[in-house]
């Protein structure tokens, strides 16, 4: 049962296509997991539709070229061939969601990851053109991730296992936005490992004496 | 108007026809009525949000007009309205073009993000709950005071966050997010509370 969600305001501005690239990956992630979502998204997009339908009426601006634009259109349905109904991949696969499958073919073993504390190993997937940071973090049963700042909204997504912090008990599929004034001290629940989706717009900064001395690391790893 | 109404349903009903046309027998008339009444709308789409780009406004339509041809087969009406499925065509091309020329800068591809509506799995009980909040969205937005329609516009014509919306409306961003928050409340989208 997921009960961690983003906001009306972030599904509304993911189905009308104005949120960072980043950030819709996040909420597809999320969407992935949850019918709820799923099921308010389509209706998102309902809204959208009906008011894109409303646009005939008031497009003041008739294009002069119109029969132009429409005969080149034309020109090129010959070498276009058509795309039949694609057998649906299964919605999730070893437990990776279709929207990191482009970095995460088959499992989470594959990738290279970063080992930062014995117990906490870090993956960057992409560093986004827009300065957005997008990683994996991962963290043995039991462990801590440090203290921590964020230097920016920092979003997760859970994809395996759960944490908590002081705010709350996050499981598979979760969703949490955290900003820059939020400090705080994540520990995974002793059953399993936590394997999370974390974007951010620039590096996460710790901030406990013991592990400062990470933030150089993470910087050149992450940066 | 008690006419309107079944006029749009004829509509929709002969959109509906021509793209099945398209789908089977790849009929060029069928395609050019769907052209014809997409177009504009897709056109003043991208306009809304990139205002004089009329190149842009060019390359958008042909993207989605193409891509219509090319995935007919794949529409599945139990799932969306063909409108809706048009939509997130236009609103897909629109992000695309942007990550790449400019506002959100990004190298992640939409098509990877934005799962394909025909994707989903067509569940009789699901496709008739959609057609219904279809018709009941399509009533309600008339009805809708227009201080929310504004905002629910600035949002999905122009694709602006709440935040621009705010600013480019001179309001505090707390009215623009409870104005869409009663807006979709009015139309029965919001499912959580």
Redesign the interface.
């Known amino acids: 049962m997921i009960l961690h ?1 983003p906001s ?2 972030m599904l ?2 993911y ?8 950030h ?2 996040c909420v ?1 992630t999320h ?2 997991h949850c019918p ?2 799923q ?2 998204y ?15 009426a ?2 003041g ?1 008739p ?1 002069p ?2 029969q132009a ?2 005969d ?3 020109q ?2 010959d070498s ?7 057998a ?1 991949p299964a919605s999730t696969q070893n437990g990776i969601p ?2 990191l ?2 970095w995460i073919p088959e499992n989470y073993d594959q990738l290279s990851w970063f080992r930062l504390t014995p117990a906490f190993r870090l993956v960057t997937l ?1 560093k ?3 300065g ?1 940071q997008i990683a994996l973090s991962r963290v043995k049963p039991g462990g801590r991730m440090g203290h921590h700042r964020h230097t920016g909204t920092e979003l997760t997504v859970v994809l395996k296992g759960a944490f908590s912090d002081d705010s709350g008990l996050y499981k598979k599929g979760d969703f949490v936005v955290r900003d820059a004034r939020h400090r705080h001290r994540p520990v995974v629940t002793r059953d399993a490992e936590c394997i999370c989706l974390m974007v951010t717009a620039a590096p996460i900064q710790f901030t406990g004496r013991l592990t400062r001395w990470l933030n150089p690391l993470l910087r050149w790893q992450h940066g | 108007m008690p006419t309107k109404q079944p006029d749009n349903e004829h509509t929709a009903q002969s959109l509906l026809a021509d793209i099945h046309a398209v789908a089977n027998q790849r009929d060029r008339d069928a395609f050019s009525r769907l052209y014809d009444h997409f177009s504009p709308r897709i056109r003043s789409f991208s306009l809304k949000a990139m205002p004089g780009a009329n190149l842009v406004a060019d390359e958008i339509v042909q993207e989605v007009m193409i891509k219509l041809w090319q995935k007919a087969a794949t529409y599945n009406p139990n799932t969306a309205a063909l409108s809706t499925w048009i939509f997130s065509m236009a609103r897909n091309a629109r992000i695309d073009y942007q990550r790449k020329h400019g506002r959100h800068l990004s190298d992640i591809d939409p098509e990877t993000i934005f799962s394909d509506l025909e994707d989903e799995s067509a569940d009789p009980f699901l496709s008739a709950q959609a057609k219904n909040s279809q018709q009941v969205i399509q009533q309600g937005l008339k009805a809708l005071p227009s201080d929310q329609t504004q905002v629910l516009a600035k949002i999905y014509l122009e694709g602006k966050s709440h935040q621009e919306a705010s600013e480019e409306l001179g309001l505090p961003l707390g009215t623009v997010k409870s104005r869409v928050r009663l807006a979709l409340q009015r139309l029965s989208v919001l499912i959580k509370k």
């Open positions: 969600h009306t305001e509304a501005e189905a009308s296509g104005a949120l960072p690239m980043s819709n990956l597809a969407l992935e709820t979502c099921h308010e389509a209706r998102l997009n309902q809204v959208g539709a009906a008011l894109f339908d409303s646009l005939a008031d497009s601006t294009n070229d119109e634009l429409k080149r259109i034309f090129q349905l276009v061939a058509p795309i039949a109904v694609s649906k279709k929207a499958r482009q992409l986004d053109r827009d957005a």
